[in-house]
């Protein structure tokens, strides 16, 4: 801008921009502070999330190879049969 027009509050604007953006960014970096431990948490659970169906996998089969050679199981497991309960 020349120096031969007078300011129109431009400085004051800029400044406060600045200014907003410095406390923004502060707020992000605590944010962040707070949510990295959190992260590697959740990471740490979905890793163990995602080994679940494998692990069932392992269980259930032993249980219905036991039931496909003629075994039986207690009353309260022949859900996994596909009966109920009370049978």
Known sequence: MPLREPCTGCHAAKAAAIADAERRIGLC?????ILD???ERLQGALGRL???P???GEVYELVIEFI???G???VY???IEGAG???
Not at 29 to 33: C, F, I, L, R
Request: aromatic share 8%; glycine share 4%; net charge positive.
């Open 29 to 33: 970096e605590a944010a962040t502070e």
């Open 68 to 70: 496909r050679k003629g």
């Open 54 to 56: 494998q692990d069932l």
């Open 72 to 74: 039986r199981l207690p």
């Open 37 to 39: 431990p959190f992260a």
């Open 77 to 79: 497991a022949r859900w």
């Open 50 to 52: 995602r080994q679940v």
């Open 85 to 87: 309960s009370h049978a």
